[in-house]
């Protein structure tokens, strides 16, 4: 787990070790988040313990975490954290078990969850300290919907539709290689896309893409 400074506004991301995992870590950190990564039950419990660190303001829980019942899961996370904003994440919610999870104070996001969708519904919750009250997982699908974001972004940036689409596989999880086996195209091809949203973001390189999308999401 990574320590975060006392006045940092954090995210606890609790979900096994993988590609998943490390794709919504990156989003997160990539938004300029302060993130924790708990992999297992047993480094959430140890979390939960830690006095020298701050609350986190928001949870993101994978219930399918290393098998360990959502009986179990669910209440350790609000006993441990109870001033964060809970999120759970589930590869299948039945309305039953959303409105389950939804009497303990935790709306629900079905997966597969993109990681432009987690980061911009954690930078929304950590905004100037305000956690919003909730009203069901309508309301967080709703906050989550960064389709108009994106939209917008790519207007102002000028993107071609192949830019468009390139920046979205990525904010989805994709590698370059991935993206260009995708489009049907070499990963230089991919690179050379970066390199012209780039300079439309008054920058050089891919990373000052991302970097200029999320400061874009968060002005929003």
């Known amino acids: 787990m ?92 039945s309305g039953e078990r959303a409105a389950r999870l939804l009497c303990l104070g935790v709306p629900s996001l079905t997966k597969p969850v993109s990681p432009l969708t987690l980061a911009g519904l954690a930078l929304r919750l950590t905004m100037n300290g305000h956690t919003p009250s909730w009203r069901g997982s309508h309301t967080v699908a709703r906050r989550a919907n960064l389709e108009s974001v994106f939209t917008s972004y790519s207007s102002s940036r000028i993107l071609s539709k192949q830019q468009r689409m390139i920046l979205r596989m990525y904010l989805d999880g994709m590698n370059d290689k991935e993206i260009a086996g995708a489009c049907g195209c070499s990963e230089a091809t991919v690179y050379e896309h970066w390199r012209r949203m780039a300079r439309k973001a ?19």
């Open 2 to 93: 990574s320590r975060v400074s006392e006045s940092a506004k954090s995210v606890l991301l609790v979900v096994d070790d993988g590609p998943t995992g490390l794709s919504w870590l990156t989003a997160l950190e990539t938004a300029t988040i302060a993130v924790e990564w708990s992999r297992s039950f047993s480094e959430l419990r140890a979390r939960t313990t830690r006095g020298d660190l701050p609350m986190p303001e928001v949870i993101f829980l994978d219930l399918e975490l290393g098998g360990v019942p959502v009986e179990e899961l669910v209440p350790l996370v609000r006993e441990g954290f109870p001033s964060a904003a809970v999120v759970a994440l589930a590869d299948e919610l």
């Open 202 to 220: 008054g920058g050089s390189q891919k990373g000052d893409v991302i970097s200029d999308f999320h400061r874009f999401l968060a002005a929003d």
